[in-house]
């Protein structure tokens, strides 16, 4: 512990042996379908982390931003997907990387962007809605052939299609996220067969969340799959039986700074600032407030959760809210607190301090941020 | 318009105008009242935002963080009050800040605390729990006066007291907060004069919080309100009538990169990571989703919020949720987004754009982050 106690807090704590061994458990899995696994960088956001875990920079991935495609490309990657439709504004800069010689593939899904990326010899994927939670054209729709056709016409490539079920995290129980997971698949492989009976080579089929990506048992015509969440697991992914409680690897040390004991509240330096003010429990069976409480070795704290937070207060309650059940933890305990949602939690922070398997903090591992 | 088509998406705006008005107004009405008015740096948390405000670095600042202390005192910032209680781990990082000239008062309201300040020489004002909000020892509690003679006996100063009526955010109506905040004073003008009674000079009697210090109409046995919020309004504060929507001088500029036109949706670049998680409109009685959606010169397209966001998209949607009111918005088109909550939004991004009188933009203001 007196490696912690040497950290200024907040500050976001990864755990190397439970990072890895998420990122073996899945890509061991997706290895096992014969499909490659493509790692969304948005989570993690940090090339350190991300080499660790490739080992090299040979490896495909996901970015969410153009700020982390440079920042991957700077540091070797050479196989990057810009997972978000590209604004037309963005395309001058992606070209400009796919100059430096990075294979940048860029997505769509409309005609108006078809046209815009005219002249760019950019590898496009066509997003693919499998879900109706948010983008993509849906796999039987015309304008699907009619925006290859367009994206072909003006000299760009039609590399395939992609898909994101998002609503996967709004799914109860294995089995209906392993049914949302053959959805998922089942959109993109139709859509990519339309467009190879259009003339369209389309070898990229890609697919991917973090819950699909975790249950799906066969990923016959999928050639891909992109997640991200998965290397830090995060409490909505506990809540989804995506992963155990005990696999989350990130954290956030906090200090106790105060109490008010009649209520049955000890207050500690993490506030929203520094956990975010997401509430992806919120929606789930087990409401874990800002997160759950964990001593400063990483063992939860029986049914202490963050139950409310400030921009830099945080307040550790009993789940039950009864006063009497808060132990007692003086002013200046260390706390470790797990993350409803890894992606935003992380976001809040600047670096990781990487703790070691016996708890030495050696190194940190720089994040990218912005735009 | 032109200006903004430069710009990367999401970039955070601020109009220089409408935040000039924003200071000038609470400046004038706290002067009336015969009170300093200590600018609470954490919303906008710029050196040069602030310093474009108070014109020189000789006025009172409150921040939220040491980092946020360290960047102010290096640019010049002699009087900051660390408004959040210390961990007992800062205390040494604090102590090397005064011995760099820097008048820096901190904050407490244990008896623990007040031990761990012991020989620091430090200025300690005690926090007052005014609304049952979050910290503080209530005025009345038997504790105050005990933890005054323990820092005392330490040595370090019993400067005064301190108090957030944070709870006015959750208030309906201005006498509401109007009561509240007549509260919040009494609370510490109350605890001030316990501490005389006690033999302590504690010349310092501090309030605040956006909403009271706008609406309180007597400030006698005050001494200094803080306040951060109201230099950029939001529209949290816009619902609890503190200041008009037009007010805002805040907002993220977005591209439209997408459209579900069956569903009314258009898919902007700016999600969850631009906008923040922050849905502090949810309690109020009009819900603005993520954001109230204004065309690039900021005119609000009426009633269209951001009804949804995942990490780099956000769905703009008519408030109805009917599809046929959804404007045309092409991909491509500029949307500039009003937050819900300022400090929460702004801490998303990395700078400032300023937007100046005739819509140039001319420079950029650079924010601190991290703890």
């Known amino acids: 512990m007196s490696e912690l106690a040497r950290l200024e ?16 458990r899945l890509s061991q899995h997706i290895a096992s379908l014969g499909c490659t696994l493509r790692l969304h960088v948005k989570t993690a956001k940090s090339l350190e982390l991300t080499r660790s875990l490739h080992g090299s920079a040979a490896a495909p991935i996901a970015v969410s931003t153009l700020k982390e495609a440079e920042a991957f490309a ?7 997907l810009y997972a978000v439709a590209i604004a037309p504004k963005k395309l001058e800069r992606a070209a400009a990387l796919a100059r430096s010689g990075v294979r940048l593939t860029v997505v769509l899904d409309s005609l108006e962007l078809a046209r815009a990326v005219a002249g760019s010899a950019l590898p496009v994927l066509i997003e693919i809605d499998s879900d109706g939670h948010r ?3 849906r796999p039987d729709d015309a304008r699907l052939v009619a925006i290859a056709a367009e994206i072909a016409r003006g000299g ?13 995290y709004d799914c109860r129980g294995i089995e209906a996220i392993r049914s949302m997971a053959r959805r998922e698949r089942d959109a993109v492989v139709h859509a990519a067969k339309r467009l190879r009976e259009a003339g369209h080579a389309a070898p990229v089929v890609s697919v991917g969340s973090t819950p699909t990506a975790t249950f799906i048992d066969d990923l016959s015509g999928v050639t891909e799959v992109r997640a991200g969440v998965f290397v830090f697991q995060d409490l909505v992914m506990a809540g989804l039986e995506v992963c155990a409680t005990d696999d989350i690897a990130l954290s956030v040390l906090a200090s106790v700074i105060g ?35 964990c001593d400063a070795a990483g063992r939860p704290l029986e049914d202490l959760i963050v139950s409310e937070t400030n921009q830099e207060h945080g307040i550790v309650a009993h789940r039950s809210g009864d006063p009497r059940r808060l132990p007692e933890l003086p002013v200046g305990t260390l706390l470790r607190i797990l993350p409803n949602h890894a992606c935003a939690t992380a976001a809040q922070f600047e670096r990781y301090h990487v703790l070691e398997p016996g708890g030495q903090i050696e190194r940190t591992w720089e994040r990218v941020s912005g735009w």
Request: glycine share 14%.
């Open 135 to 137: 983008a993509g054209v």
């Open 156 to 168: 760009a490539t039609v590399a395939g299609v992609m898909t994101h079920a998002g609503a996967s």
């Open 9 to 24: 807090t907040p500050a976001l704590l990864v755990d190397r042996v439970k990072l890895e061994a998420n990122w073996r």
């Open 259 to 293: 109490h008010q004991r009649d209520k049955g509240w000890a207050i500690t330096d993490a506030g929203w600032m520094a956990l975010s003010r997401d509430r992806g429990t919120a929606r789930q069976p087990l409401d874990q407030g800002y997160g759950m409480v």
């Open 74 to 80: 700077a540091g070797g990657y050479r196989d990057i």
